[in-house]
């Protein structure tokens, strides 16, 4: 399950990536450093701070 969550995951970045929008990428690039916290979070879904702290700056 993990390794289909870290493939789509992997994939929406390479997607965002090739799509050229600027403000997408500042999202891609927000995930990309919390991408353990991100899978954490649909795969379990467990919470901790730095993913609330996370969520707060998506939202």
Request: charged share 20%; hydrophobic share 40%.
């Amino acid at each position: 399950m993990l390794k289909i969550a870290y493939t789509k995951l992997a994939q929406w970045y390479k997607d965002v990536e090739e799509s050229g929008f600027k403000s997408f990428q500042t999202v891609a690039n927000s995930i990309a450093l919390n991408y353990r916290s991100v899978l954490n979070y649909f795969l379990n879904r467990s919470k901790n701070a730095s993913a609330e702290s996370f969520n707060a700056k998506v939202k």
